[in-house]
């Protein structure tokens, strides 16, 4: 029997097993579910496509809860798609789903619910909230599986985005929401997950980021530390940090990407050591745990999705607003400008920002 104090909770369904399975839970323990797939991309992609809007509305349909299918293209071309190409050609690296939560879903989507009158909004994320009386503000934690574990991705939520939103799926591992999903009866319950950058089905990026911007090859010049010509490069947007392969120069031993400058047009490689570095600034920041950070802390700090988090000491920058520099213990390989670095305190994220 549905019980009745709960609220109506919109759910961001992708058309994959763990939106689905989100929502199958939500009803299951009272809510009244609406679900919602955002049309995002009208190109080819492997994320909210034509095929993910049939399945999302089919798993609604079995579950008997109003689907709806919302149009923030323009908003995605902008704050996805066009950040994502800017910061390439600027010679970052970029971080597009961590973009994409903190603008369309956790932004717009969510005010779109509010006007509608649904307070609250749910994902697929494995990720935990909790709510800690003593602090009165929200937390945010690691999932359960940390091999799945999203909340890296997380970090720029605000205290009134973690009040409204629900993680269903942050307790259980992946195997154990597939045989949930089973459970439900649900169509998409192996479907694969989508891997690498949902807009790009082919995975070439180089390709996609001319076609958006026009590009004409840039040649300049690849260098070494000490700034010797060692050969030439077709544009900076077709490197980042750590980079191996693909640089079409011979120098006797292997060579990395180390660096990239932008008002150079030049792409810097070196040794295979030169790619480690332990000391970082990180701007733009946002903090979860506490207000702002007046003081050294030691935490560790993830510096990319798939990177283990590395101890290190973080103080305040007295040179620059808004940042920290990041200290850590043991040099750390391919430190990356224009991705996140994310600060935890075992499971708990205290903050994050970008690496300068």
């Known amino acids: ?51 993910d809007i049939d399945d999302a509305r089919r798993v609604c349909t079995q579950l008997d809860i109003p689907f709806y299918v919302m149009n923030y293209e323009q908003e995605f071309k902008l704050y996805v798609i066009d950040y994502f190409c800017r910061e390439y050609v600027n010679g970052r690296t970029p971080n597009p789903c961590i973009l994409c939560n903190q603008e369309i879903k956790f932004h717009f989507l969510l005010d779109k619910s509010a006007a509608l009158g649904i307070e ?32 890296y991705a997380l970090f720029s939520m605000k205290q009134e985005q973690l009040a409204r939103i629900q993680f269903p799926l942050g307790k259980y591992t992946k195997p154990q929401t597939r045989k949930l999903a089973r459970q439900f009866g649900l169509p998409v ?3 694969p997950d989508s891997q690498e950058i949902c807009f790009i089905p082919d995975n070439d990026y180089i390709r996609f980021i001319q076609k958006e911007l026009a590009l004409q090859p840039q040649e300049g010049y690849i260098v070494d530390l000490a700034g010797r010509k060692l050969g030439k490069h077709q544009g900076i947007y077709r490197y980042t940090i750590g980079q191996r392969s693909g640089l079409g120069i011979s120098a006797g031993r292997p060579l990395y990407v ?13 040794g295979a050591e030169d ?5 970082l600034v990180v701007d733009t920041l946002n903090w979860i745990a506490f207000d ?42 391919a430190v990356t400008p224009g991705q996140a670095a994310v600060f935890y305190q075992d499971d708990i994220v205290l903050g994050g920002g970008w690496i300068r």
């Not at 790619?275 to 000391?279: A, L, N, T």
């Not at 003081?295 to 283990?308: G, L």
């Open 189 to 191: 319950s192996d479907k």
């Open 1 to 51: 029997m549905r019980q009745r104090n709960k609220p109506k909770i919109a759910v961001a369904m992708s058309g994959g097993v763990d939106s689905s399975t989100a929502a199958a839970l939500l009803k299951q323990s009272g809510y009244t579910v609406v679900g919602i797939t955002m049309r995002l991309w009208s190109e080819a992609s492997r994320c909210c496509g034509v095929g």
């Open 258 to 270: 180390v660096g990239i400058d932008a008002k150079k047009n030049e792409v810097i490689v070196g």
């Open 292 to 333: 702002t950070l007046t003081e050294p802390i030691v935490a560790q700090v993830k510096i990319r999705y798939k990177h283990e988090p590395a101890d290190a000491v973080i103080t305040p920058n007295p040179r620059l607003a808004n940042s920290v520099i990041v200290k850590f213990n043991q040099p750390q390989r």
């Open 120 to 151: 609250q909004l749910a994902t697929g994320h494995y990720a935990n909230i909790e709510y800690d009386s003593q602090k009165s503000r929200y937390l945010l934690k690691k999932g359960v599986d940390k091999a799945k574990d999203q909340s």
């Open 275 to 279: 790619v480690y570095r332990d000391e």
